[in-house]
Nanobody, 133 residues
């Protein structure tokens, strides 16, 4: 499984960005994106990596960090093998490197979302988000 994150950039406070994470599953795998949970994490300067938003394999189960609720939205497009993170009302505290991660969720309850980094085995490279005041 390979993940490719993109969409980062520099914006002013109050602006928006839409991050994309393309999840490439091995063609020999019997699993497609619908069997994977995907999370967006971020790591700011001098801070630990934290979950921003996650989506379960069900596609309807989501989880958000309190700091982004009401501003960020995670979604996925199975046909495009892509998970998105729409970020609105950005503020300087959102400045960080953003990473996407994926993990198969075979047999997991439909409501389940993986919320911590050790639950994910597959990671993409980061994309920088910088928000200026």
């Amino acid at each position: 499984v390979q993940l490719q994150a993109s969409g980062g950039g520099s914006v002013q406070a109050g602006g928006s960005l839409n991050l994309s994470c393309v999840v490439s599953v091995d063609t020999l795998s019997k699993y497609d994106l619908s069997k994977y949970g995907v999370g967006w994490f971020r790591q700011g300067p001098g801070k630990e990596r934290e979950l921003v938003a996650g989506i379960g394999s069900s596609g309807w189960a989501t989880h958000y960090a309190d700091s982004v609720k009401g501003r960020f939205t995670i979604s996925r497009d199975i046909s495009e093998n892509t998970v998105y993170l729409q970020m609105n009302k950005l503020n300087p505290e959102d400045t960080a490197v953003y990473y996407c991660a994926a993990e198969p969720m075979i047999g997991a309850p439909a409501y389940r979302v993986y919320t911590v980094a050790p639950e994910y085995d597959y990671w993409g490279q980061g994309t920088q988000v910088t928000v200026s005041s």
